[in-house]
């Protein structure tokens, strides 16, 4: 078992930037790909960004490609994901999780989540 807490978020201006952290504990944390969804009020969680084992391997999605950074410290079994340029369309609560794979693209490839921390972009 994996627990995942999240924090980092709040309410920002267009333009602005935020870090999320992602505190893992129980199980060793590398040995776990790592991703960021999020999901904003009435529609899918969908992906953003996701790293693996190590650290060396990145993806993002295309909406936040240049804008947001996702890294890893495994010695400190935390995760982050720094958002600049943030934009309205960013708003909704975001998830960190955690995969028994490399790494992955998709919701189903993630075996555990953590709560959610609330991003807001006002315009």
């Known amino acids: 078992q994996v627990q995942l807490v999240e924090s980092g978020g709040g309410l920002v201006q267009a333009g602005g930037s935020l870090r999320l952290s992602c505190a893992a504990s129980?199980?060793?944390?590398?040995?776990?790909?790592a991703g960021w969804f999020r999901q904003a009020p009435g529609k899918e969680r969908e992906f953003v960004a996701a790293?693996?084992?190590?650290?060396?391997?990145?993806y993002y999605a295309d909406s936040v490609k240049g804008r947001f950074t996702i890294s890893r410290d495994n010695a400190k079994n935390t995760m982050y994901l720094q958002m600049n340029s943030l934009k309205p369309e960013d708003t909704a609560v975001y998830y960190c999780?955690?995969?028994?794979?490399?790494?992955?693209?998709?919701?189903?490839?993630?075996?555990?989540w953590g709560q959610g921390t609330q991003v807001t972009v006002s315009s």
């Open positions: 999780a955690a995969s028994q794979r490399l790494w992955g693209l998709s919701k189903a490839e993630y075996d555990y």
């Open positions: 790293i693996g084992w190590s650290g060396g391997n990145t």
């Open positions: 129980g199980r060793t944390f590398s040995n776990y790909g």
